[in-house]
């Protein structure tokens, strides 16, 4: 038997999961719903896990992996001084994270992006 909806009911701890991390800028793309007609609804930001000090239950970390958070009303100026790999970053404002895939190693954030010393509480 295979239950439906399960995942309606699996909540992400976001402020859980990126304590202890460190976030650099990689990179800024249009974030475009396609459709009927094609609409940019912000931008998509690239961040890299530079640093990984969370205590996971395996020796296995996130080091090196890339998280992608879609900036809804965001332009791609608004970040055109952020440097790759150098400019350190903050998620906040999260309105959607939600695990998916297969395997469920997947994830989806919607929320805010802003340079880690301008930050403000998720």
Request: aromatic share 10%; charged share 25%.
């Amino acid at each position: 038997m295979a239950l439906k909806n399960l995942s309606h009911f699996t909540e992400f701890n976001v402020p859980l999961f990126l304590s202890n991390k460190e976030l650099r800028f990689v990179s800024a793309t249009p974030w475009i719903e396609k459709g009927e007609n094609e609409v940019e609804k912000g931008v998509k930001l690239s961040l890299l896990i530079f640093a990984d000090d969370t205590s996971y239950p395996n020796d296995k970390n996130n080091l090196g992996e890339l998280l992608v958070v879609k900036v809804p009303f965001a332009s791609i100026s608004d970040y055109s001084d952020f440097q790759p790999m150098v400019t350190p970053c903050e998620i906040t404002q999260v309105e959607k994270a939600s695990i998916y895939g297969e395997y469920r190693n997947q994830l989806s954030l919607t929320g805010q992006v802003v340079r880690a010393e301008d930050s403000i509480e998720l």
